[in-house]
């Protein structure tokens, strides 16, 4: 009998369906990149053909996934179709690195720097850390870069539990649109930010501190790429899941707030960005909140349309 179907999880109405807002960013950017990453392994571009085929394979079990999931009512199946997505923000963030050099011979990090230098008279990603070498304060920056981390998980699971699935759907799609759209930018527009541009050229080294510089080396050690510094998607992605934290997850918005106002001169302290991929983050966090964020509810006596 109908009445005795168990209700559908998360606040849920209605079935899933084989399309939602967030599989068709991941189904086209991982379309994309499956195509890009197949032409430059044609080009002889060492490993790209099994990035290829790694994304493909991605590409393969969201299309069973959704399939899967379309009508269910499995609370494991439903939090799945929510997760799949950031699960994989890690894997196609480090492909940027393979997919830049098919546009350019060398990153555009010369003209970040004469930007930073005519703006402020100096190298702010430089000069930061060396006018200020604290201890203490290096461990403050470390504690919201390594923080950062956690937003997105944090607002997710927060707004799951106290909206259900429509607004941490929401904030999902808010997200995955930001970073893919990053990405992309990425490609085109590739800079490795100065911990690689800058002497040595070794990338993120143990940075001063107690506890927290060895839990975000711990991350960008071996994490970081060669690739993705303008602008900051940490500062873009950040702000965008403070403004939908304030909007889904009230109590936990202020934490938020003040860990991404340290972050915006935490990475330029910690060499990871210069100064105006910050605020070029900043703005493209504003833009992008502005673009997904919800719509108003529809007037009374006017239909809602529904995805």
């Not at 005519?118 to 461990?139: H, I, N, T, V, W």
């Not at 808010?174 to 930010?193: E, K, S």
Request: aromatic share 16%.
């Amino acid at each position: 009998m109908a009445g005795s179907e168990r209700p559908r999880p998360f606040g849920l109405q209605a079935p899933l369906g084989l399309w939602r807002p967030v599989d068709r960013w991941f189904a086209g950017y991982a379309a994309l990149s499956v195509l890009l990453l197949g032409w430059g392994w044609t080009r002889g571009f060492p490993g790209l053909g099994r990035a290829a085929l790694l994304d493909l394979a991605l590409l393969g079990g969201a299309t069973l996934l959704r399939h899967g999931s379309r009508d269910t009512r499995s609370r494991l199946a439903t939090f799945l179709r929510l997760a799949y997505a950031p699960l994989c923000y890690w894997t196609f963030y480090h492909q940027i690195q393979m997919l830049w050099p098919l546009f350019h011979r060398a990153p555009l990090d010369a003209l970040l720097v004469r930007l930073d230098q005519r703006l402020f008279g100096f190298q702010p990603s430089l000069a930061f850390q060396a006018d200020l070498p604290f201890r203490g304060l290096s461990e403050v920056f470390c504690f919201a870069y390594f923080a950062y981390y956690l937003f997105v998980p944090a607002v997710v699971l927060g707004a799951l539990a106290r909206r259900g699935y429509a607004a941490a759907e929401q904030v999902v799609w808010a997200t995955t649109a930001t970073f893919f759209a990053c990405y992309a930018f990425f490609w085109l527009v590739p800079t490795v930010g100065p911990h690689f541009w800058f002497p040595p050229h070794r990338g993120p080294q143990l940075y001063a501190g107690y506890l927290f510089n060895h839990l975000l080396y711990a991350f960008t050690g071996r994490g970081e790429i060669q690739g993705g510094a303008f602008p900051s998607s940490h500062l873009a992605v950040a702000l965008l899941l403070t403004l939908n934290a304030r909007r889904f997850v009230p109590r936990l918005w202020p934490v938020l707030a003040g860990i991404t106002l340290l972050m915006a001169p935490g990475v330029v302290y910690l060499r990871a960005h210069y100064a105006v991929d910050v605020v070029a983050g900043i703005l493209v966090g504003l833009a992008a909140d502005a673009l997904t964020r919800p719509r108003a509810p529809a007037r009374p006596g006017r239909p809602e349309t529904v995805d």
